[in-house]
């Protein structure tokens, strides 16, 4: 390490550092620090300023509105990882194991990692409109009554599978890398014990991907709860009836909807609590499993 | 891709070794036959707006409509010229281009001096810059919007840039790389007596062009698919971006005037930058990747 560094002029490094240093002190740490103020005061459009101490903090702890969207978000992040790995892990497996046509298969799927949100969302509520859906009518011969604009449940499986699809690309994009890392002699030991097919997914494979499958859980449930944004104002609106409330949307509802911008910063500073614990314990876990051999 | 390679490789050296045991995980018709209908799935929804991009009124409520029109030519054209698509287009390529060589060239100057100076307090600067990972957009667009109203820049090109320019991601990604770059070739550098600039022009640049390429195709889908943001901050057509500009597009949806071919013409049209250079530089992106994990 020290032998790399070659320069000791520190207004030089001061001046490469210094656009990279402004632009997060004014656009990331400074709005941090203003949601934090903001959120001690009732504001609303921004002005009016007057300091309420912990009264937002406080509407927060008992809006039985604001608790529903948070048990939501919870139980969709766990719906989109869940969905999100299983799917990606069981392609990613195929895929490793095929000898023919692994590159086309590979970027096949792997191409929503490029989609954006938006265009997701669009083509979903087309295919599955209610009305004019082109796969409604299959579904509804299986004996479902497609309904997702006025049954909160239909509403939230459809923005749950919008949202796994386009996050399967990411995932195995990772995912093979470290499949592929999977030492030859142990897929050769494991089949001359017998080990075949899924069981040796299950038993051999995510064992050693232990690693990277956790890194993906952090960053899948970072994405279901704050990239999932588009989904849910194109899909849903987050209703019906808040069936689909996640809190980015709650959030943005509360500022530009409503413009409580005094409840809405107590709500900004709830999320990056969150987001703080959540990496929080991938860097202790990922610390953890360094010596592992990812 | 690296990865395809490397496992094309140890297939190789497993043949030389013990053809016996190769044969055992041949793969099977079923593997292929699972693969074909997974990733038919993974295709479907964007095949779809395709095919209805291409059609008359858009109107597709069965499997048997799927079927590709012959009104594509005037789709494209209706979505881009008369409701301004080419416009939302040509700004969010803007917003893109800015982001990309933005942050591309303020993160090069800050990992080179975080890895080549020898300076005080380097450490506590990378810490500062890393801990912008808790603060993603979703945290602090509610002060955001208040910040930019304050400097004036909201519904401008300034508004759906600057803010991104900073990335602790991209810095780290650099970081990593050069720490990868042999010191012998920093020392002999060092001992030509090459300036600062020189050593990142020709010793540093040409020797990250694979990852300065992975993290443009990151950083280019990233800021492409943004679509909170700028739907907040930018509230007129002409400055507005594809992500949020394809509901306009959607015509007067009250009035039953809803054209899908439209929306999914416009749709197409915003998939395919990402798309495509995700798939042109698909090796230098997935190569970047395997950096990011680490």
């Known amino acids: 390490m020290s032998t790399r560094e070659i ?27 203003l949601a934090i103020r903001t959120s001690f005061f009732d504001s609303s459009f921004g002005q009016g300023d007057e300091f309420v101490g912990l009264k937002n903090y406080v509407t927060l702890l008992t809006d039985s509105g604001y608790h529903s969207s948070l048990l939501l978000s919870v139980l969709f992040a766990a719906v989109v990882v869940v969905g999100v790995i299983a799917v990606s892990l069981y392609l990613t497996f195929l895929i490793h194991e095929v000898d023919t046509g692994q590159g086309l298969y590979l970027i096949s799927v792997i191409w929503p990692y490029a989609l954006p949100p938006a265009v997701g969302a669009l083509v979903f509520l087309f295919i ?36 796994i699809w386009k996050q399967i690309g990411y995932n195995v994009i990772f995912m093979i890398a470290a499949m592929n890392n999977v030492p030859n002699t142990l897929t050769e030991t494991a089949e001359l014990d017998g080990v075949t097919g899924l069981r040796r997914l299950v038993s051999v494979y995510v064992p050693i991907m232990t690693p990277t499958l956790f890194f993906l859980v952090i960053i899948n449930t970072i994405y279901a709860f704050f990239s999932t944004f588009a989904f849910v104002d194109l899909l849903t609106s987050g ?14 509802q509360e500022g530009f909807s409503f413009f409580n911008f005094g409840v809405a910063s107590a709500k900004s500073v709830v999320l990056f609590l969150l987001v703080g614990v959540l990496m929080f314990v991938q860097f202790r876990v990922t610390d953890e499993y360094s010596y592992y051999g990812a | ?28 018709p079923g593997t292929h036959l699972q693969l074909w209908l997974l990733v038919f799935a993974v295709v479907f929804p964007i095949a779809v707006a395709v095919i209805v991009s291409t059609k008359q009124t858009g ?53 080179m001096a975080i890895v080549y100076y020898r300076v005080p307090y380097k450490d506590l600067v990378f810490l500062f810059i890393l801990f912008t990972l808790l603060l993603p957009v979703p945290v602090r667009f509610i002060p955001l919007f208040q910040l930019m109203n304050d400097l004036g820049w909201s519904n401008t090109i300034l508004a759906i840039t600057v803010p991104y320019i900073a990335s602790a991601t991209t810095v780290f990604i650099l970081r990593q790389h050069f720490l990868s770059i042999p010191t012998s070739i920093v020392e002999t550098a060092k001992l030509d007596g090459v300036g600062p600039l020189r050593f990142m022009l020709f010793v540093l640049l040409p020797m990250s062009k694979g990852v300065l390429v992975g993290v443009s195709i990151i950083m280019f889908v990233y800021a492409w698919n943004q679509y909170l943001w700028p739907l907040i901050i930018i509230d007129s057509e002409a400055n507005q971006v594809a992500q949020v500009g394809l509901q306009l597009l959607q015509g007067d949806v009250q009035g039953g005037q809803l ?3 439209l929306v999914m013409a416009g749709s197409t049209l915003t998939l395919l930058p990402p798309l495509l250079l995700m798939i042109v530089f698909r090796k230098p992106l997935l190569e970047t990747f395997s950096i990011q994990q680490k």
């Open chain 1, 7 to 33: 320069f000791d002029s520190r207004i030089e490094s001061g001046l490469l550092l210094l656009p990279t240093l402004l632009v997060s002190l004014v656009f990331l740490y400074y709005p941090t620090a």
């Open chain 1, 128 to 163: 599955v409109h209610p009305t004019l859906g082109v796969l409604t009518g299959p579904i509804e011969a299986l004996g479902v009554d497609v309904d997702w604009f006025n049954n909160g449940p239909q509403a939230f499986v459809v923005v749950a599978l919008a949202a």
């Open chain 1, 239 to 252: 209703g019906p009836s808040n069936a689909t409330n996640i809190l980015i949307f709650d959030l943005y």
């Open chain 2, 1 to 28: 891709m690296v990865e395809l390679l490397q496992y094309a490789k140890r297939r190789a050296d497993a043949l030389r070794g013990n053809s016996a045991a190769e044969t055992t995980y041949d793969a099977k």
């Open chain 2, 59 to 111: 109107v597709v409520t069965s499997l048997g409509d799927l079927l590709p029109g012959s009104y594509a030519v005037e789709n494209y054209r209706e979505a881009l010229v008369d409701y301004q698509f080419g416009r939302f287009m040509w700004n969010s390529l803007a917003m893109s281009l800015v982001i990309v060589v933005g942050k591309l060239v303020v993160s090069v100057f800050a990992a």
């Open chain 2, 259 to 261: 054209s899908w071919s």
